[in-house]
Structures are given as C-alpha cells and as structure tokens.
C-alpha cells in the first residue's frame, strides 16, 4: 500500500490527500500550475511512430490508460482499468531520465477492477531510472513493479498483454487492436482551453478482449472490448479548470466516440471531442456540436458526482443517456477521482468508460 | 479557621528560623536526593528516547528486512527483482562517515532510503509529509536529514554542506526531530555517492505485513531474511540502565537519611512547643494538617531544587554517557539534554515522597505525644532496647530474604533486590552490633569516666543509628563498587594485553585490497607474520553473535586467554570440528565445554563441539571463533575483515603508516596496538566515570547526614554532660570525651563497612555482573583502597563533630548549671 503522505507527490501542488474534495486554484491536480524549463505543446510537429509510444520525459506529465468493458461466461459485465503515470520532478532529457537515481521522473501506476455491486483498486510508486517502473518501445512494454503492459511484436501497439494484481483482485487480459490508432484534435494536438493549453493525445480504441479475471478468489473467463489513451502535456489545464469529466465509448455500431469537458470555475466549460467510424476514421467534433448534461447525482466518498449523464452531439444523430455501472467506482487513490464502466441507452446504444476529476 | 491555622504555622516555622542550620540540613538532605534521583532519571530516559527514535525510524519496532547472508552489500538488481515479483520492498544502504568536525572526527551512521517505496508504518514515512521537502529530499542535490540534537552537537547549522573525511560533500542538512542522534538520512542516490557503494545496497525493509510469513525467496534472488526480534539494543542496554537506576535509587535512599535525621531532630526539639500549642487548644488533626503542610512546603522547595540540581548533573554527565553507550553498544545516545514536563513532575513527586517516608514518622510520633508529659528518668533505655529490637527482627528477616535470593533468584532484578536486601538488612543490624561492641568494652574495668564514656556511648546510639547507617551503606557501597570497577579495570588491561597480541590491525576495504595488501606484507622483512580473520554477525540461539574466523597459527594457542577449555584444543578448532565461545555466549545459551553446539549455515546445520571458553569482557554480543577454512566453506562470499601482523616492535609505527598511504587508507581502518588499547580504556573509563561521580557523592550524602545528627545532637548533650562537669570534669574534657565518642562509633561503623562492602562486592561480581553482562570477574582484593575510604569516612566524622566539640568546649557554667533546672 502507497503511505498517505506521498499521494499528493506525483502531482506536486495537489492538496488532495484525504477525502476533502481539490480546492487547489491551479487546476485539477495541479495540472494547470506553470511548467517552467519543459517542453511545451505547440502545433505543428507530427507524432511520429513507434517513437511516440515511448515516454516524453522533456514534458511534466504523461500516461498510458487502458479501460476495458467486459463480460464473463454468465453475462455479467465487469470493468477493468489499467494505469501507468509518469510524472517528473526536474526537466530532464531522455538519457538523464534513465541515468539510475539521478532521474527525476516519478512513475505511479492505477489498477481497478468494477461490477456493478464491488469496485477494488490498487496504486504503486516508483522513481525512474533503475528499472522498477518504465516503457520500453521495441518490444512495447510499460510498468511498474508486477503490472504491465507488453506487446510482442516490434513497436506494435497489438497485440498487448495486460496484467495487473492487488490484494483482492487481478487481472490478465489480451488485446489485439481491429482498427488503426486514432489521433485526437488536429493530428494530435489536442486542445484543453481557449487559452493555449492543450496536450498531444492518440488513442487506441479498436481492441478486442480475451482474459481472465480474478474476483476475492474467484476467476472468471471474460472478453469484450478496450480502449487505450496515450496523452502527454507539460501544463494540460489552464488555471481555472477544476476538473474534467471524459467519456469514451464503444458503439454498438460500431462508431467509437471520445467526449471531454474541463469545468472552469466560471460555468464556462471547455468541450471537446472525436467521432470514429467504424474503419478507424476519426472526426474532431466542435465545441457547439456537444452538448453534456448531468441528469443525476450520487454521493461517493464524501462528494458529489455526477453518474447519470445525457449526451447530445448535433449532426451524429447522438442523443443518449449513460449510466455508471457502480455509481461508486471511486478511485481512492493518492490523487482521487471516479473512474468506471458505464451502459449507453438511446439513440445509440453501447458500453464505455467515465472518468470524472476534481470532484 | 485560615487565620487559626495561619497562627499555628507561624509558631511551627519560627523553629526553623531560630535554627537555620537545621532547617538547611533538611532542604540539603532533599536536595541531594531529588538531584541525585533525578539526574541518573533524566540519563535513563534520555537514552531511552534516543533508543526510540532509532527503532521506530523505519517500520516501527519490529523489523525485518532481507540482506546478503554474508552481510556484504548487494546488487540493486535484487531490488529491482523483487519489485518485479510483486515483493513490497524498499531498498536502503547504511554505512559509516566520518565527519570531521571541531572536537576531532566523529563517526556517524549514514542511511540512504528510497522514499516512494518505504513501508509507511515508520517515522519516516510520516515525516516526509510535506512533499516539497520530499521532492528536495529526491532531487538532486538533495538533503540530509540530521537531528537537531546531533546537529548542534557537531556546531553545524542547517544549510551546511559540510565535507565528509573521505572528500565527499553532504546534501545540505535538514532538521528532522524525530531522527536517531548520530544519523545522516539522504536519498538512496546520495548514499551510494557518499559511501562509494554505486548500485550496491546493504538492506531491503520489507512491509511487516507481508514479511509476516517470511515467504520463500526467488531463485536468482541470494537473500536472506533478517527479523530484528523486539529491540536489540534495548536489549543489550538494559542492564547498563538498570546499573544506573540502582546506584541512583541509592544515592536517593541515602539522602533520605539526612532528612529523617533533620526531621526526627526538629520534632525533638518542638515536643515542648507542640505541647504547649495542644495545651492552648489546638486540636490534633489541625496540628497534624499543618505538620504536614510544613513538610510539603518544604518538600517543594528541596524538591524543585533537587530537580533543577539533577537537570544540571545529568547535563554534566550526558556526554560521558552518550561515548560510552556509543563505545559499548553502538548505541547513539543525543549528547543535549531534552526533558519532557512528566520527568519534572515525576522528580518532585519523588521528592515528596521521600519527605513523606522520611519526616512522616516523626510527625506521627508527635501525634502521640500526651498534651502533658513529664520525663521519665531511663525511658531513653527502654526506647531503644524496643526500637532496636524491632529492628534487628527486621533486618534479619532481609538478610534471610537476601540468602534466599542468592540461591533462588535467577534475573537481573533478583541481583538488585538482593544488593537491596542486603544493605538495608544490615543497616538495621547496625544498632544491635553497635550495642553489643560497646556493652563488652563496658565490661572491662576502668575509671568511672571510662564507664560513663562507654554507657553513654550507648545511649548516644538512638539519636545517631540513623547517620550511622547512613554511613555504613554510603562506605559499603564505595566499597563494593570500587572493588568491582578496580577488579574490572586490571582484568579488563591485563585481559587487553593478552588478546591484542598482534601489532598492527588493517581492516581492508574490500576482497581485492585485501589480496594486495597481503602480497605486500610478504615483502616486509619487518613482518613476521599475518593473521587474517573473517567476520560474520548472525544470531545464534536468537541472541545477536559474531562469528569470527581464524587461520592455524600458534600465537592463538599461545596468547589467546582462556578460562577453561577442552584439553589440547586449538587443533581440533582448525579443524573445523570445534569452536570457542566467549563467556557471555556460553552463560546465554547455557554452553558447557564438551557440549555440541548445532549453528545454522547457508549450507546446512554444522555441528560445533565446545572447545573452551573464553573472557570477552564489554561486548554486549556474543563472540564464537572457528576454523576460517570451515566458515568461508559455508559463507563463500565472506571477505576478509581483519589482518592482524606480528612485527618488530620498533617497525610498527612506521609499517602503519606505510599502509594508510600506500593504501590510502583511513586512521580506523588501520589502527595499532597501542591506540586499539588506549580506545579500549578509553571507552571503560567512560562508562565507569558517571558511576564513580555518583558513588562520591553518595559518600559525600553520608556525612552531611552525620553532621546534622551531631548538631542536633549538641544541645540535648548538655543536659546530660552537665552533671559530669559538677563532678568535676572541665569543659575541654568533656568536649574531646564527645569528639573520642563520635570517632570510635564512626571507626566501628566503618569496621562493620568493610565486610558488608566485601559481600556487596561479591554480589555485583558473582551476581548482579553474570546477569547483566554475562561474564563473572575474577576476585581481587584492595585493601589501600578500603583504608583510603575509611580513612576519608574519619575524616567526614571528623569534621562533622569538632562544630559540636567546639561548642561544648565554650559552653559557660551559666548554661551548663542551667541545664540542671530545665533538664528533667
């Protein structure tokens, strides 16, 4: 178990420990504070891969996000979630990040696992450097401690194999991607307010899953789909925003979609988005196209959370409403938020996973 | 009522003022007592905090952590597979710097950690709390964790970036109170720097749930675990401590003598008074209440003296405290003293306490007193025939208590009651021996002068057992620890000289300097011979025990001092199929020679006989030596610890230095005889200088006791002298009579110290020093020493009668013909 005083560590400025909600004005986990002597995300440069699979240690803060939709033999629907962050303390370049404990970079890892009665997760720590946690890109390969992430072929993102386990619950699951990798906003400059900040942001949404699960003891065979995020930024938020709330949706036709909204303190959110065909085209979608509404609250861990939203994208013929699987899939991790599975109803309908911070 | 009781005081107190010297008597007595108690309190608890410190550092008191079997640094590879493995383990590097700083160079323990991955269950991990100092703490250049007390110690201040002897520069320091004394604390990082240990790491803390079961290791992971039991240097300490809460609780004991002697004496003196306030109307519990609060009045006021006093004592004596923990246990004891209020509070509780215990009697025997009570010619005598009485019942009883214990106690703490039992039981016997001497010298003839000098000797007894005693258990206690701390020190040189029989000692860096450094011994036409060891520390039957291994040569069988042992051994021992056990190790484990001891090895269980057994006096660990050959066969990767080399006396100065800079190695890493010596010494003077300061000033206690009897004693004598001046005697007689009178019952007390202090000696060494320290000492007798302190006791005496002489020399024929119509 990661000691209490060092959740706020991975990013720095949060006052988030114990279960008062974030009040920090620099953004949601101090993501929006000043990122002197890092790189910044500028348009322009193109992603170029397997080399961007690998870490940026030149900018503050990245990650390697997998959410899995499952199900087992008898039906029931599960959610995996799969985490690996990198935070640095120091700018640093490539070689002085893997130069032993002269590096600064700080590696945390999130692991959960969601039905809708039981939710578990897990963190780890540790620094760069030494080998305990990293990515590797040729073959792929991100972890930390006893969890990751691997591929099996060269600087291929598919397939992958994901493991993860903690007391209570692990995981093992098998994923090999349907579709190309799907690049947000322009190219993958993805924009995080009117005000410049914004975060290079690729996604991964087409794989197909075989694992197993294990429950308090219990194993289950599952499969369904997954979704993976890679995204990194040296100041992701700008000062104002609180927080976020992220959809990502497997369609049962096949269409993918990836919704976000970064809540200012004034009302006046940031919305933004990416429609995929089912061929792996991607659409970046308009701020006046989204419309988001909370339509109930729940109280988990001393907060209140949205769980029950209506999504709106004009021109998609999208109207529809997402549910929590567990409304109390909360991550009660040193940085704290809600992240869980999630059933579409309506005009469209489909799984997925919500992701809601700086409650 | 409150005006009432305002009055009463007021009359009660004006005693005092009349006889500030009695009143200064009784607040000295407390003052003494509280100081001395408190002082040796404030050294306990001051070592006990450090102690705390260092055991909840990391993951509260129990610990268990993975090392090399050889308990060599490893690979921080290991770390990195366990990690891998799922292991919750955080990797640590500990190791030794010195700092050289204004008072000489200072050794200090310096300890990496990785702060993302420690177990949270410690101080530590609480500590670092503040996560921009964690983040300061990680990135380069870091910081170094120092204690405040350490860091005022060493006359640095925080920000420093002092350079360490090897030439390596700290991370700036950093206050953290909750540090160890004697700590550095950097980033994992730092510490291989500092410690020119790259990659290497020497522990890894596992998290105390999952090392609960001790799982199996991985293969390629060559580990083993170490679980640290409770605390093994609060084991190891505890006897030191007890030593000083016992000599403490003495010098306190003793203090209360003068008290009582002070009180019972001002009572005497009031009886009239306190009659004539019962006869004015004053009722008894009011009498009684206000007794009592002039003995609290005055236990306050002796009491926060005696605390400030020992504050001050325990300041001055700290320091040689803290080297001498530091030299016999490694233990690192802050040098500044820190007291928390319950340490103050608790030293004037004790004060009143005592006042209670020591003045409490004297204020219930006036209770008794008839509101109109004439004296009765003789009654002295069938008082102190019923209070000696009661007392001889008393003391033999301890005694008997005390030979049960010799027989049936087997713990340290039975030692101690024993001592306790001891000294007490013969302190009551002392007026009954007393007595008893002076009724047979009665019985010679002589002069009616020399009958009265005898009988009134005897009736003196009463108002002056209480000094006496006082006298006897200050005397015997020097006695009997002088003994045991002087027999200690000529085993201990004479022990010292035979087992540093080697000239020179190296401690190589590492395997490969060691290799070199023997070729180039072999070049040395000055060097006789080389005698390498190997080192282990492990546990043996769970008590912490070096192995040390050693090579066939006969300056073994020759030098080496044993206290009893298997014929011819040392063969068998180089054979690999004996052992020798220090003295403490075979009194732990109940170890006879002949015996067969089992010890666990890497390579499966060896079988030991018991060679012989040896004499390792002030190593709190146990200490087994083997066949070299038959440890590095069992502990391949061993390295060499020491060479020991026989040279030319004369080369030896001018080899040690060659070897320091052809080696470019530190002043403790090659060191020779004479300094391992006078280190060793060193280190025993320390640990004995707090308990000899203490002893003194138990003496010391002793006759300021003496002297307020006497004084008190002075006034009444002259009712009693009075007659033999009417016979005839002139004043100066009658005061040298008084002065030969003081010193031939101070001669007999010290008469009767002699054999008590023997017998107290006897029980520290044959007792109380087998239990604490598990070595027995062999008995030496001192007799100058004896004579000195008697000698000195007389002196005391002396001194402490000729005031009251003197006074009685100038008493004019007006008072002593007063004494005629107010004695009765």
């Known amino acids: 178990m990661v000691p209490k005083w060092l959740c706020a560590l991975i990013l720095s400025s949060l006052a988030a420990c114990d279960s008062s909600p974030p009040t920090a004005p620099a953004g949601f986990a101090g993501l929006g504070s000043e990122a002197e002597g890092f790189s910044a995300v500028t348009p322009g440069e193109p992603l170029r891969f397997p080399a961007d699979f690998a870490a940026h240690p030149d900018y503050r803060i990245e990650w390697w996000y997998v959410t899995a939709n499952l199900t087992d033999e008898q039906g029931k629907a599960w959610g995996a979630q799969w985490t690996l962050f990198r935070q640095a303390m120091a700018p640093q370049n490539e070689q002085e990040a893997q130069d032993g404990w002269q590096s600064a970079q700080v590696w945390l890892g999130h692991a959960g696992l969601t039905h809708a009665d039981g939710h578990q997760h897990a963190d780890r720590l540790a620094r760069g450097g030494i080998g305990q946690a990293g990515v590797r890109v040729e073959p792929f390969q991100a972890w930390i401690d006893d969890w990751s992430l691997e591929g099996d072929a060269d600087g291929q993102l598919s397939p992958l194999q994901v493991s993860a386990a903690s007391e209570g619950f692990k995981y093992q699951l098998s994923l090999q991607a349907e579709g190309p990798l799907v690049l947000h906003g322009e190219r993958g400059f993805s924009r995080k307010s009117d005000r410049g900040q914004a975060s290079w942001y690729y996604s991964q949404p087409f794989y197909q899953v075989e694992g197993e699960i294990e429950w308090q003891g219990e194993q289950h065979k599952v499969s369904g789909s997954a979704w993976l995020d890679r995204e990194w930024s040296s100041q992701p938020l700008a000062e104002d925003q609180q927080g976020w709330d992220w959809f990502s949706l497997h369609l049962h036709d096949g269409n993918k979609l990836m919704l976000f909204r970064l809540r200012s303190d004034d009302g006046s959110h940031f919305y933004s988005g990416t429609w995929i065909t089912p061929n792996g085209v991607s659409e970046p979608l308009d701020q006046e196209l989204i419309t988001m509404t909370p339509l109930a609250q729940t109280e988990v861990a001393g907060r209140t959370l949205p769980t029950h939203w209506r999504l709106q994208v004009t021109g998609k013929g999208l109207d529809i409403e997402v549910q929590a699987l567990n409304e109390q899939a909360w991550m009660g991790t040193g940085i704290p938020y809600w992240e869980g599975p999630i059933k579409v109803t309506g005009s469209h309908t489909g799984v997925g996973y919500l992701e809601m911070t700086g409650y | ?824």
């Open chain 2, 1 to 824: 009522m409150i005006r009432h009781w305002g009055w009463v005081l007021h009359t009660l107190l004006s005693h005092w003022r009349r006889h500030p010297l009695q009143a200064g008597c009784l607040l000295v007595g407390l003052w003494l007592a509280t100081a001395l108690w408190t002082g040796v309190q404030a050294l306990n608890s001051q070592a006990r905090e450090s102690y705390d410190r260092a055991a909840e550092l990391f993951t509260g008191s129990a610990q268990t952590a993975l090392v090399d079997p050889a308990g060599q640094p490893f690979s921080q590879q290991y770390f990195i597979t366990l990690r891998r493995a799922g292991w919750p383990v955080s990797p640590m590097l500990s190791g030794t710097v010195e700092l050289v700083g204004v008072e000489g160079t200072r050794r200090l323990q310096l300890t990496g950690i990785e702060p993302l991955t420690l177990p949270g269950e410690g101080t530590i991990a609480t500590q670092a709390g503040d996560q921009s100092q964690l983040q300061a703490f990680m990135l380069a250049p870091g910081l170094t964790w120092i204690a405040g007390d350490t860091l005022s110690e060493l006359g640095l201040a925080a920000g420093d970036t002092p350079v360490l002897a090897s030439g390596e520069q700290l991370p700036p320091l950093h206050v953290v109170d909750t540090l160890p004394p004697g700590m550095l604390l950097v980033d994992i990082g730092q510490a291989q720097r500092l410690l020119e240990q790259t990659e290497k790491l020497t522990q890894l803390v596992v998290a105390a749930g999952f090392a609960a079961d001790l799982p199996p290791l991985p293969e390629s992971v060559s580990l083993v675990w170490e679980t640290r039991g409770e605390d093994d240097l609060v084991r190891l300490t505890d006897s030191f401590h007890l030593n000083l809460t016992a000599l403490g609780l003495l010098a306190f004991v003793v203090g209360l003598f003068i008290v009582h002697a002070a009180a019972n004496l001002a009572m005497e003196q009031r009886r009239g008074l306190l009659q004539t306030l019962r006869a004015c109307g004053v009722s008894l519990k009011t009498l009684l209440a206000v007794l009592l609060f002039e003995l609290l009045i005055l236990a306050l006021l002796g009491g926060s003296l005696g605390v400030l006093s020992g504050f001050a004592l325990a300041a001055l004596l700290v320091g040689d405290l803290a080297a001498s923990l530091r030299g016999l246990y490694g233990a690192q004891v802050a040098g500044q003293l820190s007291l928390d209020a319950l340490w103050w509070l608790t030293g004037l509780g004790m004060s009143l306490l005592g006042t209670l215990i020591a003045g409490g009697g004297s204020v219930l025997a006036a209770m008794r007193l008839p509101v109109l009570a004439w004296a009765r010619p003789q009654a002295w005598r069938e008082a102190q025939g019923r209070m000696i009485k009661r007392q001889t019942v008393l003391g033999v009883l301890l005694l008997l208590v005390a030979g049960g214990l010799i027989f049936w106690g087997d713990s340290l703490l039975a030692g101690f009651g024993l001592l306790a039992c001891l000294l007490l039981g013969a302190a009551w016997l002392l007026p009954l021996c007393l007595q008893a001497i002076l009724r047979v010298a009665q019985l010679r003839r002589g002069g009616p002068v020399r009958q009265w000098f005898w009988a009134d000797s005897q009736q003196q007894l009463s108002g002056l057992s209480v000094a006496l005693m006082a006298l006897l258990l200050a005397l015997a206690a020097n006695i009997g620890v002088g003994s045991m701390t002087e027999g200690f020190r000529q085993t201990f040189t004479g022990w010292l000289d035979q087992r540093l029989a080697a000239d020179i000692y190296v401690r190589p860096l590492d395997s490969q300097q060691a290799d070199v450094i023997e070729k180039w011994l072999n070049h040395q036409p000055q060097v006789h011979a080389q005698l390498p060891s190997w080192q282990l520390d492990t546990r043996v039957g769970g008590w912490p025990t070096q192995l040390s291994g050693v090579i066939d040569h006969p300056l073994y069988a020759d030098t080496w001092p044993l206290l009893e042992n298997a014929p011819d051994p040392w063969p068998q021992l180089v054979a690999g199929t004996g052992t020798m056990v220090s003295e403490q190790l075979a009194y732990r484990l109940d170890l006879a020679v002949g015996d067969t001891l089992m010890l666990d090895t890497p390579a499966g269980v060896w079988p030991l006989n018991v060679l012989g057994r040896y004499a390792d006096y002030g190593n709190p660990k146990g200490q087994m030596l083997v066949s070299a050959a038959g440890l590095q066969q069992r502990w391949p990767d061993l390295p060499l610890t020491s060479i020991g080399i026989l040279t030319e006396p004369a080369a030896a100065p001018r080899i040690a230095s060659d070897l320091r800079t052809e080696f470019d190695l530190g002043d403790s890493r090659v060191i020779d005889q004479a300094a391992l010596k006078a280190y060793s010494q060193q280190i025993f003077e320390q640990t004995f200088s707090a308990t000899a300061a203490l002893n003194t000033l138990t003496l010391g206690v002793a006759a300021v006791a003496l002297f307020t009897s006497l004084l008190g004693l002075a006034d009444s004598r002259l009712s009693q002298l009075a007659p033999l001046w009417a016979m005839g005697l002139r004043p100066g007689q009658l005061a040298l009579l008084s002065l030969a009178q003081m010193l031939v019952l101070a001669a007999l007390t010290c008469a009767l110290a002699i054999p008590l202090g023997l017998a107290l000696a006897w029980c520290l060494v044959e007792v109380v020093n087998v239990q604490a320290f598990g070595w027995r000492l062999p008995w030496h007798w001192f007799p100058r020493q004896w004579l000195l302190l008697v000698l000195l006791a007389l002196a005391a005496v002396l001194l402490a009668s000729i005031g009251p002489a003197w006074r009685i020399m100038r008493t004019g024929p007006a008072r002593l013909l007063r004494s005629f119509t107010h004695g009765a």
